[in-house]
């Protein structure tokens, strides 16, 4: 809450923090301020230096000297004028408090998964002992190293603190979807994060209710916590509402879920929390936060007048994703009401990312129009798409040609011959025989289901060996293989690009700077510092540049020792 105080001496304009009248910074010809001499901080840079101390209030006041600002509410005396006074604003207070508390962390943020293991199992450590919940990139990742990576992360985050792993949902895999929530189980994951889901399945409600309880009090327990990120109204509603009772008969009936658990399952909605994803990364339906996140907050607060007499007491929480690059962004989320914030593109480029390098480089270097559609591996012959970077790579271009020769022919056996050598020479780089019989051998560890259904469909087998090269673009750039640079598939969206703007000049420019729970931890504060400046601005204070716009910068915390050390930072601005 914004308070402005102008008494009889008010003036008829906006204030004008960091100016004299005259468009000179007070003080000094350079911009610096003289103004330490009363501790009331007076250029524009001592200014801005306040206002970052976001752990303490801020008070922009006019004397004899004209507008300065202090942290401290000491140094207002008879002769200062209180033109706006705003409170603490640690990034903590952001968004919902219930979050971080329900998941075990300290602030309403949430690094979403990257598929491939690109979000991996170091990324996620070290957000989770910086306070950030993180998501582990399960997706497309071979059920062993799934097991690897959860044990992993499992044995290196602090007991209490919360983590997530990926559920995506595959209409071609559902045997990965399965072997997923088996894992989770097993290694007693407490969050799901679920995503390109278009109706509830069973394993996603099994995991669900495999985690519910009644304590002794009667209050119902759920040990499993569910994030479902959505990009539509008709999907949000099945994550909204409990789980359908034909789904959950055939749970118990199969010995998936105990009699118990189905019964609580009545008053317990699918999911504790909606990650509304607009223009992403990845998977995406380019959709505008400001209009997809007020609908899916407002269908909420529907089905929950809906549920309220049925006795349910929950309340899902609405969290936003998709361009969530910078902290103007994040603060505009937070101000549409979301309960939390979701990134995604900006920590591919992180030091814990499992992207290569020459990814790294690439992604570094993109702005924000540099992103474009291109088929997906996942769900290629329903021909969804995803969101690549474009710039420094010929995969988006590669793949819709693939696309197209798909839809045109009914099997390898019917590409005119100059288009197959066409495909063999630009793309595959070998045989299309070969690249079947690597392909083969490739699911017959994966899911052995896919080669039986291809063996009498000469269409199905052709799609599978498109997604071949889908499959392995990610991979080559996972790896950095040099020999095929051009047909690296990196997933990206616009934030991408924000954030390289927004960090230019700064320590998280290059490349081995940007630690992900740095980069968090800056997105964070920034938005807590542009949700003040605006409250400021809302009081009639305007503002420099200068000392409106958060520039990220080294923040020293203190040293601390015990279980608790990396848990709980508290950085001083």
Known sequence: MVTAQ????????????????????????????????????????????????????????????????????????????????????????????DFPRDHGVRHPYMAGAMANGIASAELVVALA??????????????????????????RRVPAGTGFACNLIHSPNELAMERDVVDLCLRHQVRCVEASAFLDLTPQVVRYRLAGLSR???????????????????????????????????????????????????????????????????GHTDRRPLTVLLPEIIALRDRVRRELAGSGQPWQVRVGAAGGIGTPAAAAAAFALGAAYVVTGSVNQASVEASQSPATKRLLAGAGTADCVMAPSADMFEMGVEVQVLQRGTMFASRARRLYEVYRAHDGIEAIPAAERDALERKIFLRPLDDVWADTVRFFTERDPDQIARAADNPKRRMALVFRWYLGLSSGWSIAGEPSRATDYQIWCGPAMGAFNTWVAGTYLAPVENRRVADIATQIMRGAAFSSRVGHLRSAGVRLPVRCATYIPSLIPSPPRTGAAAGLDRWEQS
Do not use: M
Not at 132 to 139: I, T
Not at 241 to 250: C, D, L, T, Y
Not at 266 to 275: K, L, Q
């Open 129 to 154: 002992g910086a306070g950030f919940l993180a998501s582990f990139g399960a997706a497309g990742v071979l059920s062993a190293r799934v097991d690897e990576a959860l044990a992993t992360i499992s």
């Open 215 to 281: 304590a002794a009090s009667g209050q119902v327990r759920a040990g499993n916590r569910l994030v479902a990120k959505i990009s539509r109204a008709e999907v949000a509603e099945r994550f909204l509402r409990p789980a359908p009772e034909p789904i959950v008969r055939g749970l118990l009936d199969a010995g998936l879920v105990t009699a118990e658990q189905a019964e609580l399952a009545r008053g317990v909605p699918v999911a504790d929390d909606i990650t509304v994803e607009a223009d992403s990364g």
């Open 6 to 97: 102008a008494g009889p001496a008010a003036p008829s304009r906006p204030a004008d923090a960091g100016h004299t009248p005259t468009g000179r910074t007070a003080g000094h010809p350079t911009g610096h301020s003289t103004g330490r001499a009363t501790g009331l901080a007076r250029g524009a840079d001592e200014i801005y230096d306040v206002l970052a101390t976001l752990e303490r209030p801020a008070f922009v006041v006019r004397d004899a000297q004209g507008i300065a600002a202090t942290n401290d509410e000491r140094l207002l005396g008879p002769g200062t004028q209180v033109l706006a006074a705003v409170p603490p604003a640690p990034p903590e207070r952001l968004g919902s408090p």
